[in-house]
């Protein structure tokens, strides 16, 4: 299989630092804002923001989530493919929080119709926002948007993004397939 490199790991680190930035200028307090990673691949770049928001800008305390939304997918049980649970931890109440859900790569946007879902079990979020790492723009099978994207990609539909973290592959870096 044929892959070229979308992003370095240069590039991703300046593509966080940047999307830290974004969200430092939109709530400067964090008291009543949620950082929520969308498991497994969200949980990686969720992680990494609240370090750079923490470390390098100083931001007390951001409160980090992870979310299972393997049961709340629409295409649970459908077809051979066996999907695999991970754990949601999220040890804080959402109710009236600004909730922003972190994944690495926007798709269909079936993940994040199942995140809106999920969450729902933790509280009523004041508001609701989505960063994304990657954005396949021509993609979507639902009408759901980024606030906060790194990169637009427009792959073709049989190309495949593949985010790699240092933390699980050795190496930060995207890759189209």
Not at 5 to 16: D, Y
Not at 30 to 42: K, M
Not at 99 to 116: K, P
Not at 141 to 164: C, F, M, T
Request: glycine share 6%.
């Amino acid at each position: 299989m044929s892959h070229k490199v979308l992003l370095t790991s240069r590039e991703v680190n300046i593509i966080l630092h940047r999307l830290a930035c974004q969200l430092i200028e939109k709530h400067l307090d964090f008291s009543e804002t949620v950082l929520v990673g969308i498991q497994p691949r969200g949980g990686f770049v969720a992680r990494r923001i609240k370090q750079i928001l923490e470390k390098e800008y100083n931001v007390p305390e951001v409160k980090l989530g992870y979310l299972d939304i393997t049961f709340f997918r629409d295409d649970f049980r459908r077809g051979d493919k066996q999907l695999e649970a991970n754990k949601t931890e999220i040890d804080f109440i959402v109710e009236n929080k600004k909730v922003v859900f972190v994944d690495d790569v926007l798709y269909t946007g079936r993940s994040i119709r199942a995140a809106l879902t999920a969450i729902q079990s933790f509280g009523r979020p004041s508001e609701i926002e989505l960063m994304v790492l990657i954005d396949r723009r021509f993609s979507r099978h639902l009408p759901i948007q980024p606030d906060y994207r790194g990169r637009q990609v427009d792959a073709i539909n049989n190309e495949k993004v593949r985010v790699s973290w240092q933390e699980n592959e050795g190496e930060d870096s995207v890759y189209i397939l």
